[in-house]
């Protein structure tokens, strides 16, 4: 059973579009996040909801909106995309409920902006 | 949260044991150690995590040091498998915002 699962897990689309990546776990845990790898590696974090409720927006464009239907899913809606968008989106799941918070994250989607 | 510093590279001979090294001199008292690997265009996948003790389990040990300042990873026998780049992040476990802090990890290479 996949534990964190993110679709597509490669996107390829031009300037200006607007994509949706979705992010799923079966875990129960109810925080999510979106981190960012740059083609340089550097892993950064964007969002992170508890319980549906955002609790981390790091400086992002407000291009980039996530959205939690419910505590199992966070999904990565991005308008007007840019070249710069290009990167790996990685989404992870913890449980606050749990002492030890460690977080498991999802395979990964490659967006290219063309 | 505490900065983290680590070498940007290591080798380890496959069957031996890989120790990675990380300095965390400003941790505060309540900021656990984690340590997370990120295996080639995979997610990053946890590793463990202490506090003050030393820690054990199916992956690995984890030593810190009584100062709490420094702590090392122990791989006890690296296989190809666990080439990958490992982060020590030094984070606070109950803080409400679960912002990991990645910096460059240490680039493990097992070889043959």
């Known amino acids: 059973d996949t534990a964190v699962s993110q679709t597509p897990k490669y996107l390829v689309t031009q300037m200006g579009n607007d994509k949706s990546i979705k992010c799923e776990q079966n875990l129960g845990h109810d925080t999510m996040y979106w981190y960012k790898q740059d083609s340089k590696k550097f892993l950064k974090i964007m969002f992170s909801y508890n319980n549906k409720e955002l609790i981390i927006n790091e400086t992002v464009p407000n291009r980039f909106s996530p959205k939690s239907p419910d505590k199992a899913h966070l999904n990565l809606h991005i308008n007007s995309l840019e070249l710069g968008d290009s990167a790996v989106y990685f989404c992870?799941?913890?449980?606050?409920?749990?002492?030890?918070?460690?977080?498991?994250f999802g395979p990964g989607t490659r967006l290219t902006v063309t | 949260d505490a900065k983290t510093t680590q070498p940007p590279s290591m080798d380890c001979a496959e069957g031996r044991a890989a120790n990675l090294p990380c300095n965390h001199s400003t941790i505060s008292g309540n900021e656990y150690v984690y340590w997370y690997r990120q295996i080639h265009s995979q997610g990053p996948q946890y590793i463990i995590h202490?506090?003050?003790n030393n820690e054990t389990n199916e992956m690995a040990s984890l030593i810190i040091t009584e100062d709490r300042k420094s702590s090392t990873l122990i791989l006890p026998h690296a296989t190809l498998r666990d080439t990958a780049v490992y982060y020590c992040i030094a984070y606070h476990g109950s803080s409400n915002t679960g912002k990991l802090i990645f910096g460059q990890g240490t680039t493990l290479q097992v070889k043959p």
């Open positions: 992870a799941s913890s449980s606050r409920r749990k002492l030890s918070y460690e977080q498991y």
């Open positions: 202490g506090l003050k």
